[in-house]
């Protein structure tokens, strides 16, 4: 069973193609399970009977079950979807005033083990699918829709999508690139490359296969202003360190729909919070275009860890400020329902022993005083 959720413009094109239709059956299956949520071909009323029979018997638009679905006091909604063999992933939608935001999961887990990461604490199982990362979109987008009583095809309750659920997308570029794809599509949900947002921990190879394949706006998870912190807080950061991860950045910008790339903050007491290492932070960015998110820590059992306070936060943002770098801080969202950023565990069954071994290796963090 072809599961077409999976399956981009070209995908669909070539699976009519197979079956002797003319490649605008591909283009009206895109507009019917993505611009209408369908997935009953029975439905598909403009294509021929004989089509419908033969989809339903060797195709299917198939989303991911849903474990659970739970709104926040502040209206963010997490729904958890199964991934099978005991895993579990997160989709969050945040509404705000003048957009809804989807973010989406990439992998079940995660195996870039950052410190301060309750997804990255808890290890990596597998890749997702295009059909289970674009299926979120669609999952949520129609939920939403019948929720809200919408029934205009081109009324859009999500208008962007970040991805910085569970996983490194840049880790899975394979299964994301046709994912982007469908995002972008004007058959299918017409975001444009400014509202659809990828954020790696800093894959530098793959920083510039995205240029090539689907420029969208990026962000950088950064965290510390030298490698000596950011070894310790991303390990990524042993194998690229700042300079190389620079250079990409860089290198994006010629691509990117946007003329800044975002670079995201975790703001951890006594770790990488202080006024001298936000010095050291507007020197590092000096020669990249560039906004900062503050992201003030989201707790989760065991981190050992402590969220700034908001004091400090603000003494931080103000150094960036001074040195003309737009600066926000990102309130937090849903932490009454764990879905605050790096609060997103879903349920993971580890192939990496990342649990046990983290003990055994990770000595305990300490202030690290900026040079
Ligand atoms: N793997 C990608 C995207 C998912 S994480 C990445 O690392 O960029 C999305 C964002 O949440 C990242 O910037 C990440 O560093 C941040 N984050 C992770 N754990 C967090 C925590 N406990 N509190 C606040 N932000 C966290
Ligand atoms: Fe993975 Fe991002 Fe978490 Fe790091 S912060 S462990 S890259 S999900």
Redesign the pocket.
């Known amino acids: 069973m072809q599961n077409l959720l999976g399956l981009d413009a070209a995908g669909l094109q070539a699976f009519v193609a197979a079956l002797g239709e003319k490649p605008f059956r591909g283009r009206q299956l895109l507009r019917w399970i993505h611009r209408r949520g369908a997935s009953d071909f029975e439905a598909m009323s403009d294509l021929a009977r004989s089509l419908r029979a033969r989809l339903a018997q060797t195709a299917g638009v198939q989303a991911l079950p849903v474990i659970s679905d739970s709104t926040s006091t502040d209206g963010t909604r997490k729904w958890l979807l199964d991934v099978g063999h005991g895993n579990a992933i997160e989709t969050v939608f945040i509404p705000e005033e003048d957009r809804g935001t989807l973010c989406v999961s990439?992998q079940a887990g995660?195996a870039?083990n950052?410190l301060?990461?309750?997804?990255?604490r808890q290890g990596f199982n597998r890749n997702l699918t295009t059909a289970e990362i674009i299926g979120q979109l669609w999952w949520a987008e129609h939920a939403l829709r019948a929720q809200l009583g919408i029934t205009a095809e081109h009324e859009r309750v999500i208008s962007n999508v970040v991805?910085?659920?569970?996983?490194?997308?840049l880790q899975n570029l394979d299964a994301l690139l046709p994912a982007l794809r469908l995002m972008l599509d004007d058959n299918a949900y017409g975001l444009s490359r400014r509202r659809v947002t990828v954020?790696?921990?800093g894959l530098v190879r793959q920083i510039d296969k995205l240029a090539s394949a689907c420029p969208v706006a990026l962000?950088?998870?950064l965290?510390a202003p030298n490698d000596a912190l950011r070894d310790r807080l991303?390990p990524l950061n042993r194998k690229h360190p700042l300079q190389e991860l620079m250079a990409a950045c860089r290198r994006y910008l010629r691509h990117a729909p946007r003329d800044f790339i975002t670079f995201?903050y975790?703001m951890l007491d006594g770790v990488n919070d202080s006024p001298a290492q936000a010095r050291e932070l507007v020197a590092l960015v000096r020669d990249v275009p560039c906004k900062f998110n503050l992201?003030?820590?989201?707790?989760?059992p065991g981190?050992g860890?402590a969220r700034s306070p908001a004091l400090r936060v603000r003494e931080f943002a103000e150094v960036l400020i001074d040195a003309g770098i737009v600066t926000t801080t990102r309130k937090t969202r849903g932490d009454d329902i764990d879905a605050?950023?790096?609060?997103l565990a879903g349920e993971v069954q580890d192939r990496t022993r990342r649990a046990s071994r983290a003990a055994e290796r990770l000595p305990p963090v300490t202030t690290v005083a900026a040079s």
Do not use: K, W, Y
């Open positions: 990439s995660c870039m950052c301060f990461c309750s997804t990255g991805l910085m659920g569970m996983g490194e997308p954020s790696t921990s962000a950088v998870s965290h991303v995201e975790v992201i003030p820590f989201n707790d989760f981190s860890l605050a950023c790096g609060q």
